[in-house]
């Protein structure tokens, strides 16, 4: 019986790629950092989806309600993915985002205190987040807080929020602020006194100022 022949591959026409898939991207930051240096673009939205309420929560108890807030969300990612390859603990991915966002809230009061240009806005104006805004329309107490801390200077203001507003820990207030925690302990203390004093203006506070409690 003949042998037959194996087929020729025709000439002339490329050889077949292997197709490449990507796999999930792990829970882990370690992986995410990782999947985020390697160019996936899938990690850029995973960055994003991870962290966006984290991010958008710093800069809103900084901040206040404030129309910014969007914009500044955007230019945290950006300065993130842009500079992700300088990160050098992955798993501190999480504290290098509010290092950013914390950056960009103080330098957004700056900007303001500079200009001696200070908005407040309505909750209409504010960035639809459920996890970020509350659920019913700011309090008096809220906007009077806010009020008071425009008048803080930007490190002591930074401070208090991350402190007495978002309810971090010492540690992490410093961390993010980029300080020791000597120097962080000393703005609080600055802060709150300025707060107390300021907010005997606003009869809404009246209540937390009887109680002499550290923060609103």
Known sequence: MPSRSKPRPLQGLPSPRPQVVELPIPDSDAALVAALCAGRHDARRALFVRYADDVQRVLYRVLGPDGEIADLMQDVFVVALSSIG???DPSALRSWL???????????????????FIQLFSPSDLPEREAVLPSAEISEALRCT?????????????????????GAELTAVAAACGVSLATIKRRLTRAQRSFALLAQKHEVLDEWLQRGDSAP
């Open 86 to 88: 300088q990160l050098r």
């Open 98 to 116: 509010t290092g950013i966002a914390v950056h960009k809230a103080r330098k957004c009061i700056l900007r303001r205190q500079r200009w001696r």
């Open 146 to 166: 806010y009020a008071v801390l425009d008048q803080l200077p930007a490190d002591e203001r930074v401070a208090f929020a991350l402190r007495y507003i978002d």
